[in-house]
């Protein structure tokens, strides 16, 4: 049956092909007429639509000039950011298919620039004024915006629910390479709202509530000795408040820069952490819980640049989880020599992490004491082998001399590079035993899998084993290619890639499921009632049709499969599905996944922190 049903998917995909080359498909036309005005202060989100054409949409501006502070998203069309100066702008945009001949449309759209009437203009040049403006509106939320200038802070701020503080420039630049170890050409200001102190005990703000967002501001403490050990002075202290954002901001000279204690679905884009030096502490961004050993914060942090922290990410707590995408770690605090990114033991074996198409340049990359996750496509740079021995290192589990019970497990480290002359993975062993003369020296990890290969030590045993099975990656291709996307039309067909391992050989592999979920944000938990899902079965070698929880239908997905042996321990899954043409376009998509084995361990849940876009 399967062999007669490939004949005529090719001959429908022909026939679709052919007649799109003779153009049977209506015009392609902007169908936007006009943009709802947008407020400096506040986040301006709107998608241009367009009928018509065929195949993926591209969206460019042909000619003129968005507001200071919006962009506008080639794929989906989404103009957004937060404007940052009054004004008007006229531009044209163009749109393009992947018709043939391609289908080409322009539109010129005038934007407007105003001040809206829940934004509080400050108008001092302090702290509180500020406050004051913050205070105007706690009872309702809005934007509190900073024209360009100094503010000095005597005392904390404090911003409520909902409420948004926004500057008046551009921090341009950021995530820019250096073009040698020891050249610098920082991120710069065009224009800066810059709220600074002269104590370097105090903390700058405080958050009550959820939905704060801080938007192109500079945070400056006073705090540039790298010898003291003092835990006061954070630049941003954000305690039990969800759906906090930060955009193009620059935090510096803090005891801790940005702090997410207990937060959930943060998100930190876009921004500069540097010079947050204090012996003690010195975190660009710090998550952990109401302690550390208790609660946690969850985080993605995406195209932020990291210079001279102590540790630019810092995190530590059962409940935290974390991902790093596309940030440049670079510059190392000489004084303490400390790794850029950094987990503390007191994880409880459930902290998480993704750490993934970063760069680490003239600094000690990473250190690891507890979590599991996926540390993929990171760039180490040779200037990274004048500072530590190894770019990934598991430490030992202790903290401040005191042993903690923490392992490094079900992780998958893949398709970095390396251009040190030193080792990319390191771990040293450890004596549970803690008496000297009946030592029981073990390593603090298992179940880690350097690309097909699981870790093992020539001398040691781990201190642990668990033979569930490990999901290492899931991403998308397009169909027929090896192109991965994130970007894709509903009703199409892509394939996607699962890379699955186990502890006990790859043959011992049963079965997995992959989900397609909306999430707000990324809090790292989805709803299967409101996912799509497709099964595979790997040791029947077959595809089970795609699984609409939503409707309680089963979609038919194409039953192309390939297992490919990829190591000792790792099988490459490929199939295709065709992604469901009625999904929530209003929020992100992303992908969950489920791995079993032949005796029925499953494993821990993977999450794909890059967002999907579906249009």
């Not at 979590?371 to 180490?380: A, D, E, M, P, V």
């Not at 994130?486 to 996607?496: A, D, F, H, M, P």
Request: charged share 20%; with cysteine.
């Amino acid at each position: 049956m399967e062999v007669a049903m490939k004949p005529i998917r090719m001959l429908l995909l022909l026939s679709i092909s052919t007649l799109a080359l003779v153009g049977c498909h209506p015009p392609l036309k902007i169908s936007t007429t006009t943009l709802p005005v947008a407020h400096p202060g506040k986040e301006y989100r709107e998608t241009l639509s367009a009928t018509g054409g065929s195949g993926e949409r591209s969206w460019s501006l042909a000619s003129g000039t968005l507001p200071r502070g919006l962009s506008l998203d080639s794929f989906s069309g989404n103009l957004s950011g937060f404007p940052v100066e009054e004004g008007s702008s006229t531009f044209t945009v163009k749109v393009t298919d992947e018709a043939v001949p391609q289908g080409i449309d322009t539109k010129t759209f005038t934007l407007a620039v105003e001040f809206s009437s829940d934004t509080e203009v400050v108008s001092g040049s302090n702290s509180s004024s500020i406050q004051a403006a913050c205070d105007a509106l706690k009872n309702t939320g809005g934007g509190v915006y900073l024209p360009a200038g100094d503010y000095i802070f005597t005392n904390k701020v404090t911003v409520y629910a909902n409420t948004t503080i926004a500057g008046a420039g551009i921090l341009e630049n950021v995530c820019v390479q250096e073009t040698s170890a020891w050249s610098d050409t920082p991120p710069e200001w065009s224009g800066r709202s810059r709220c600074y102190s002269v104590d370097g005990d105090l903390k700058l703000f405080e958050t009550k509530g959820d939905g704060i967002t801080f938007a192109h501001v500079m945070v400056e403490g006073a705090s540039t000795n790298p010898h003291n050990d003092t835990y006061k002075g954070n630049g941003i202290h954000v305690t039990d408040s969800h759906r906090f954002k930060m955009v193009n901001c620059e935090v510096t000279g803090h005891v801790m820069g940005l702090v997410l204690r207990n937060s959930k679905k943060a998100v930190v884009e876009d921004s500069y952490f540097h010079h947050n030096l204090r012996k003690a502490l010195g975190y660009g961004i710090c998550v952990f819980g109401p302690t550390m050993s208790q609660g946690g914060g969850r985080v993605i942090i995406r195209d932020c640049e990291f210079m001279m922290n102590r540790h630019g990410i810092a995190s530590n707590s059962p409940d935290t989880w974390w991902a790093a995408l596309r940030c440049y770690f670079h510059d190392n605090d000489p004084v303490t020599n400390q790794a850029a990114v950094d987990t503390h033991p007191q994880g409880g074996g459930t902290l998480r992490y993704y750490l993934a198409d970063c760069t680490f340049e003239n600094t000690r990359p990473t250190s690891f004491r507890d979590g599991f996750g996926s540390i993929l496509r990171n760039k180490f740079q040779s200037s990274c082998g004048w500072w530590y021995s190894s770019m990934i290192k598991v430490g030992i589990p202790e903290h401040n001399g005191n042993y903690v019970d923490s392992t490094f497990h079900d992780s998958y480290i893949a398709d970095n590079k390396n251009k040190s002359s030193r080792s990319l993975f390191s771990t040293r062993s450890y004596n549970y035993s803690n008496t000297w003369w009946k030592p029981k020296r073990r390593v603090p990890v298992y179940s880690a899998f350097l690309g097909g290969k699981k870790f093992k030590s020539s001398l040691w045993k781990p201190i642990k084993t668990n033979p569930r099975p490990v999901v290492g990656e899931v991403y998308l291709t397009k169909e027929g290619t090896k192109t991965r996307t994130r970007q894709i039309l509903s009703g199409k067909v892509y394939t996607v890639n699962a890379m699955l391992l186990d502890p006990q050989g790859r043959k011992n592999l049963e079965s997995m499921t992959v989900y397609f979920a909306p999430m707000e944000y990324w809090d790292g938990s989805f709803s299967p009632k409101k996912s799509y899902s497709t099964t595979v079965d790997i040791a029947g070698k077959g595809v089970e049709a795609g699984w609409d929880s939503r409707t309680g239908d089963w979609r038919a997905t194409p039953s192309d499969l390939s297992i490919v042996k990829k190591g000792n321990d790792r099988y490459h899954v490929k199939f295709d599905v065709v992604i469901p043409g009625d999904l929530d376009l209003s929020v992100a998509h992303r992908l969950v996944a489920f791995a079993w084995d032949k005796d029925n361990h499953c494993s821990l849940h993977y999450w794909d922190p890059y967002e999907i876009t579906v249009r």
